[in-house]
């Protein structure tokens, strides 16, 4: 019998979506927390082993009934027709009131009962999955899944980011269930490139060590995208007479969805534009990678910098 906690199988980062041939099983990434759901002990063990059960109970609940299973998955929360990232971390009767609704999304199935699935092959496991969870429904819905390549890169497209789903996740189908980042699973994240307008400086204003970056709503205003990542030396010296400093005082990032929780910015006159490399999910404000900044558009101003729906 397997018991918690259970190492994790981890994707590793591509570019590309890999394949056509009959090795790899595609599914959608979805932008939630990763956890493994033990139905007949109640447990819900995220990525850092921690047990989630309490924050999520209406997935403790809707397990019951399944029996001995370890199930391995994703937790999302469902606001207004998208995914929201950030509504994860709120409890049960806020989110009810909220309109927020939680699933669990299932995409493996490491033990059934007594018998340990992880040496099988992913293919295997699948299967048994697709047969255990045949007759469930919200909140836990079982992954889609599909061999077909032309069909995945569907996954791939800026309007579907709208939602929250992030990309691709392909897996060997002959592999088995191994923890850690074996290259058996790869993520392909959609990335798209955009423009941004600099509100802010990481490091000194001389020299930019990386750029807090901003887009405009639906309404016009201006709402934080991230924190760059680090910018090259030719970029540092170029941005640098470029940005002005208002009188307000340092502030820190509000949490790691913009890039690095706690890390220290300059805020700047929303004054200069450049174009980043980002996730799609960027246009619906929920990306969490952090940004790369391709170029300076000195050309552009930030009024023609416009609000984009995937």
Request: proline content about 9%; glycine content about 8%; overall charge neutral.
């Amino acid at each position: 019998m397997l018991r918690p906690p259970v190492e994790m199988a981890l994707a590793r980062d591509e570019r590309e979506v890999p394949g056509p041939d009959h090795r790899w099983s595609y599914e959608p990434k979805f932008d939630g927390w990763r956890a493994a759901v033990f139905t007949a002990a109640g447990v819900v063990q995220s990525r850092r082993d921690n047990d989630l059960a309490a924050r999520f109970p209406e997935v403790v609940v809707a397990v019951g009934g399944l029996g001995d299973l370890v199930l391995d998955g994703e937790l999302v929360a469902l606001r207004e027709g998208r995914l929201d990232f950030g509504a994860l971390t709120s409890m049960p009767r806020s989110r009810l009131r909220a309109g927020i609704a939680v699933y669990f999304v299932a995409f493996d199935l490491l033990a059934d009962g007594d018998e340990d699935l992880r040496p099988r092959p992913y293919r295997e496991r699948r299967e048994r999955l697709e047969w255990r969870l045949t007759a469930v429904g919200p909140p836990l819905q079982l992954v889609p899944a599909t061999p077909d390549r032309d069909a995945a890169l569907e996954w791939m497209k800026p309007e579907v980011a709208d939602v929250g789903i992030e990309g691709v996740v392909a897996k060997d189908a002959n592999k088995p269930y191994r923890a850690g980042r074996t290259g058996d699973w790869l993520k392909i994240r959609q990335k798209i490139v955009v423009d941004a307008v600099v509100v802010g400086v990481a490091g000194a204003v001389s020299r930019p060590e990386a750029l807090v970056l901003a887009r405009p709503d639906e309404t016009g205003e201006l709402r934080q995208i991230g924190l760059s990542l680090p910018l090259s030396p030719a970029l540092r010296d170029a941005a640098a007479p470029l940005v002005i400093p208002t009188d307000e005082p340092r502030r820190r990032l509000p949490g790691a969805v913009l890039g690095q929780q706690g890390t220290e910015y300059q805020p700047v006159r929303p004054a200069l534009v450049v174009e980043v490399e980002a996730e799609a999910t960027v246009l619906g404000f929920t990306a969490r990678l952090r940004p790369k900044v391709y170029r300076i558009r000195p050309e552009l101003a930030p009024a023609d910098v416009r609000f984009t729906r995937g």
